[in-house]
């Protein structure tokens, strides 16, 4: 039974930083993708980052590219999401995600993914 366990949302300015981490347990995930997604009050679900486990290979959504960094340490079973340069609109819910594949053409999608965390509030005041 894979486990997902977010931590480090919280209140923070305009143009600050946050650090979200997610601890994964209950299999090897060296098959799998791991990424973020975040949903805002009334919106969808949407695709934030993702990272290959087993190559450590990076994707990003438009939005955050060059403010937010997805990773993964092996080590620690653990996926960290670094958040900079936060504006009101990276106002969310964030969730960590799994599932026990690699696909390039769907990692984007919320519905490929197995297993979910409870999600961390981040909230980015202005």
């Known amino acids: 039974q894979v486990q997902l366990v977010e931590s480090g949302g919280g209140l923070v300015q305009a143009g600050g930083s946050l650090r979200l981490s997610c601890a994964a347990s209950?299999?090897?995930?060296?098959?799998?993708?791991m990424a973020w997604f975040r949903q805002a009050p009334g919106k969808e679900r949407v695709f934030v980052a993702a990272?290959?486990?087993?190559?450590?290979?990076?994707y990003a959504a438009d939005s955050t590219k060059g403010r937010f960094t997805i990773s993964r340490d092996n080590a620690k079973n653990t996926v960290t999401l670094q958040m900079n340069n936060l504006k009101p609109e990276d106002t969310a819910v964030y969730y960590c995600?799994?599932?026990?594949?690699?696909?390039?053409?769907?990692?984007?999608?919320?519905?490929?993914?197995?297993?979910w965390g409870q999600g961390t509030q981040v909230t980015v005041s202005s």
């Open positions: 990272v290959r486990w087993s190559t450590g290979g990076t």
């Open positions: 995600a799994a599932q026990d594949r690699f696909n390039i053409a769907t990692m984007r999608i919320s519905g490929e993914y197995e297993y």
């Open positions: 209950g299999r090897t995930f060296s098959g799998y993708t």
